[in-house]
Structures are given as structure tokens and as C-alpha cells.
């Protein structure tokens, strides 16, 4: 149940005060009477009030003198002022130095109310903001990235350095190594951090609908179009778009892409005009996209134009100072997720466990096994049974069953292996994204 909003109503005429605070009550308030502004100071300063109903003339410490402590003093509690109708300039003083509002004796106390509701919203929304933007500063910024070891450290240096500035920046290296974290640090240490940071798959969406959202569409272009889409890169202005698995996008769209980033300008599908746009450009991939100029399915001029400044994310392997810090990272944070578990650390055989495996699929590999960890744990300590992953038909005791099952048992298994990625497990496994597909969805009939 929400705890009712607490009020000090504070004038040297005690009577009055407990009158109006009286009145609060039955409009669902906790309201306390005070006859001095010195015990308001205090009764705030003590944690023990959401907002602050004061006169504005009281002979130890006046309603403006309480206003110019509660500022200096940091504490975020909305004052409503009371004054009577000849210091109407003295109430405009107190708006001047943060009064949420002022209000002229004799007054109505629905008029009270209407105002006190108004300043808790106010500095609800207030402290949300506050929330969402700390939020985003953690999770755009380079405070959370685990860099222990030398090659991540690399990594953070050239960061910042290249943040600042507009270029396009290219990351490389193997999938799961965080190359969407340090994406959004780029955006949130570059001059773009206050706009929007967009990410995108570029393996995850058909060429029409990945064509549509990155690039816009006017209605009509095509069926199903029934309205103007401006797309990414004119919803992003100003900001920052990320292109995840940039190696996989088709070479017909290779050459819409060349255009934003050599001329600033896009032309949605359908469209006969182009609009300029401001966007950075970041873009990652597992795959040699040097290979892949030869193989013809990658454009040699788009990589020239990517290929500005390349970062490559080290392998897991490469930073196993890194390791026991990821593990308390992940580990808190599926704690925080799963709230029910009763699991609080590891124990010792299971941290030994996580530190010596090679971790194949890399930071998102450690970070499903920490989190299997945490959902399987039957008690406080994580053992190293509960790291185990779900094995594919590795013994052919028991009852025999088909192929197709012995296939999918071992599709999942894969997958689980390499974090979820669907694209990496289909290259090791040497097939396409659709039968891997048939693979998974397969029910063994």
C-alpha cells in the first residue's frame, strides 16, 4: 500500500497551523502542526517530510530564511508559502528562490490541497528523471565497462580519445565480446550523449523491412505502407546509430548506406527528394569484412568509408583479469533480476569452474552461465552442478530416440554455448540461419 504523503504545516501561530493540518488529514495526508521554522528544518532534515506548507513571517526563522537553508542544504522537498495579502512582493521572492507556489491568507483548503498534489507529482517526475538519466549515464558510459586486463584497458584508451569526434568507428572481434556495450559508451562520452542512441541488427530483419527502418518509407511506397516512416537515421538525428552484424547487410542496401555517410543525406523508399541528417555512425562485426570484399559480398568502397578508426573487442580468453570481476558483475546483477533466488555467491569448485573455461561464446557466454547459476541455486552458495549446461544426447544409454530429437537436443545446446547468438551458432555448426531454425523449432514428431 502507498505510505500517505507527509506534511509539515509551519506557522508561529500553532493554533493555525494545526487547524489546516487537521484539514489535511481528511484529504488523506499525514499533516503536522509546527509552531517555528527552526523545528521544520529539523523534522526535514531528519527524512521525516515529503513537502513543506510554511508563513511566510515568523519571528525565529521566516518562511524565506527556511527557503534559502532548504536549498542550500540540497533537500528536495517542495515549500508552499503563506502570506498575507500585503506581502504579495515578499511571496513573489519566495517563487524567486524555489517555492513551488505561494498562497494568500484567507484560502480555501481544497485550493491547499489542489497545490500540495501538484508538488508531490512535480517532484515525483522530478526524481524519475533524475533516475532514467543515472540510469543512462551507467549504461552509456564507460563506468561500466570491466577493463582489469590490458587489452580492455586498449580498449577504454582509444574510447576516449576517439569519442569526441564524428567519425565513424568500426568494431571488430568475436561475438560476445561486447561490442554493443562499447558502442554505447562511444555515444555516451561523445557530444551526442544527450541524443538518441539507436541500435540495430543488421541480420535480424529481411532486406525490404531492414530497408524501410533504417532509410524511412513514404506512404504508399509499397503495399502495406499506409504512412510516411521516417526510419532510423532521421528519428536519430542528432544521435548515434549502432549497425550490429554490419557484415551481414545486403549489398543493395550497402549502397544506400555509402550515401548517408558520404553526403549526410537519405531518401526514405518511394521518396523523390532527399533530407539531410546528422547521425555517427558505429558499426560491428564478427565477420572479416575484408574477406568478404573479395567474396564480393561486401562493397571495398562502404568498408573504406567504416573503416575510419576500428576497434577490436578482445576475446574473453585474452582478459582473464577481467574474469573475476564480470563474474561479481553478472552475478549481482541476475541476483537483482531474480530476486527469489536464494543464491548469493559461488563456491569455490564453481568459481574455479568459471575461471578455467575457455568460454567460447565470450562475455555473453559468462554472463548466461552466471545467470543459470543464479535461477538453478537451491541455496546461497552456487555449486558447480548448477553451472552445468544443458548437454546434448551425450550418452546413448536409455531409450532410443529419433535422429531429428538427437539433432535439436544438440542445435539448443550449441546455441546455449555460444550466449543465443543464432548467427555464430550456424557457422560453427556449418549451416544457414533457416535450418538452424528448423532445427530448434523442430518437436521431434
Not at 34 to 51: I, K, M, P, Q
Not at 285 to 307: K, N
Request: include cysteine.
Amino acid at each position: 500500500m502507498t505510505e500517505k504523503p507527509r506534511v509539515l504545516v509551519v506557522d508561529d501561530k500553532l493554533a493555525m497551523a494545526e487547524t489546516i493540518a487537521d484539514g489535511l488529514g481528511d484529504h488523506g495526508f499525514v499533516a503536522t502542526a509546527l509552531g517555528s521554522g527552526r523545528a521544520a528544518l529539523d523534522t526535514v532534515r531528519a527524512g521525516r517530510a515529503d513537502v513543506v506548507v510554511t508563513d511566510l513571517r515568523m519571528p525565529d526563522l521566516d518562511g524565506l530564511a527556511l527557503l534559502d537553508t532548504l536549498r542550500d542544504s540540497g533537500l528536495d522537498v517542495p515549500v508552499i508559502v503563506m502570506t498575507a495579502y500585503g506581502a504579495i512582493d515578499s511571496a513573489v521572492e519566495s517563487i524567486r528562490k524555489g517555492a513551488y507556489q505561494y498562497l494568500t491568507k484567507p484560502f480555501k483548503l481544497d485550493e491547499l490541497v489542489i497545490f500540495l498534489r501538484r508538488a508531490l507529482d512535480d517532484r515525483a517526475l522530478r526524481r524519475e528523471a533524475a533516475a532514467m538519466r543515472k540510469t543512462l549515464g551507467q549504461r552509456f558510459s564507460l563506468a561500466g565497462v570491466v577493463a582489469r586486463s590490458a587489452a580492455m584497458q586498449r580498449v577504454v584508451s582509444i574510447v576516449e580519445r576517439a569519442a569526441p569526434s564524428d567519425v565513424p568507428i568500426l568494431l571488430t572481434g568475436e561475438t560476445g565480446t561486447g561490442k554493443g556495450l562499447i558502442g554505447g559508451a562511444i555515444h555516451g562520452t561523445s557530444k551526442r550523449a544527450t541524443r538518441p542512441f539507436v541500435a540495430i541488427n543488421c541480420a535480424t530483419l529481411p532486406e525490404p523491412l531492414l530497408e524501410s527502418e533504417l532509410f524511412g518509407h513514404v506512404k504508399g511506397a509499397f503495399t502495406g505502407a499506409i504512412a510516411d516512416h521516417p526510419g532510423l537515421f532521421a528519428t536519430d538525428d542528432g544521435g548515434t546509430v549502432m549497425l550490429d552484424e554490419i557484415g551481414e547487410l545486403p549489398i543493395g542496401l550497402q549502397a544506400k548506406l555509402l550515401r548517408v555517410l558520404e553526403s549526410g543525406t537519405v531518401r526514405p523508399v518511394g521518396a523523390t527528394r532527399e533530407r539531410a541528417v546528422d547521425v555517427r555512425i558505429v558499426a560491428a562485426t564478427h565477420r572479416d569484412l575484408r574477406r568478404a570484399v573479395g567474396d564480393g559480398t561486401f562493397r571495398e568502397d562502404l568498408l573504406y568509408r567504416l573503416d575510419v578508426l576500428a576497434i577490436e573487442m578482445p576475446p574473453l580468453r585474452q582478459r582473464r583479469d577481467d574474469l573475476a570481476p564480470l563474474v561479481e558483475h553478472f552475478l549481482a546483477d541476475a541476483i537483482h533480476r531474480h530476486p527469489t533466488s536464494p543464491a548469493r555467491t559461488f563456491s569455490r569448485q564453481a568459481m574455479r569452474k568459471l575461471l578455467d573455461h575457455a568460454w567460447p561464446g565470450n562475455v555473453r557466454e559468462l554472463a548466461h552461465a552466471v545467470e543459470r547459476g543464479v535461477v538453478l541455486a537451491s541455496g546461497p552458495e552456487i555449486t558447480d552442478v548448477d553451472l552445468v549446461a544443458r548437454e546434448p544426447a551425450s550418452s546413448f544409454d536409455g531409450d532410443v530416440v529419433p535422429m531429428v530429437e538427437i539433432q535439436r537436443r544438440y542445435a539448443r545446446w550449441a546455441l546455449d554455448q555460444f550466449g543465443g547468438h543464432k548467427t555464430r551458432t550456424a557457422e560453427r555448426l556449418d549451416v544457414d540461419a533457416k535450418t538452424l531454425n528448423r532445427w530448434l523449432a523442430d518437436d521431434g514428431d
